[in-house]
């Protein structure tokens, strides 16, 4: 049976622990520190902006997604956004659960709008389908280089 709960802190961590497993596997893009992210997390969740939710079958946990919700930067439209999702490979369409879980927490939460972060290198032509069949719309790109000294 597979469930999809609000994560505990220990659950977050367990979530980030194992994301780690595909630290640049799925993104060469994505590195997961996970001491550093159950801290961020740790504020976000005890001050009500951010919001992990688990995902586990038959109890094992397979997967996560995590979201915030502020206002938007530009109008103040409380928008929720998600910052991760992550399902073990082997369990992947399970997922669809988490996404489910989030947008139900958005409307909720009394967010206006619902934004999700795809990765370009990350399964584009599938996620942008399910993306779409969803009702989202590609907004923005986003670039990104690394600075050197």
């Not at 505990?8 to 596997?25: M, P, R, S, W």
């Not at 956004?81 to 369990?91: I, L, Q, R, S």
């Not at 409307?107 to 069949?133: F, M, N, Q, T, W």
């Amino acid at each position: 049976m597979t469930t999809v709960t609000v994560a505990t802190i220990e659950e977050a961590k367990a979530v980030f622990v194992l994301a780690k497993q595909y630290d640049g596997g799925f993104s060469r893009h994505v590195k997961v520190d996970v001491e550093y992210a159950t801290g961020v997390w740790m504020k976000w969740l005890a001050s009500g902006v951010g919001i992990v939710f688990a995902l586990k079958k038959d109890g094992r946990l397979i997967g996560g997604l995590g979201a915030i919700k502020m206002p938007d930067i530009h109008c103040g439209l409380l928008t929720a956004v998600e910052t991760f999702w992550f399902v073990n490979k082997e369990d992947r369409g399970e997922g669809l659960r988490l996404l489910d879980a989030y947008e139900i927490w958005a409307k909720d939460s009394g967010c206006k709008r619902v934004a999700i972060i795809h990765l370009e290198d990350s399964y584009p032509e599938a996620l942008s389908r399910i993306y779409k069949r969803r009702g989202y719309e590609l907004v923005e790109s986003h670039y990104v280089r690394e600075v050197t000294p």
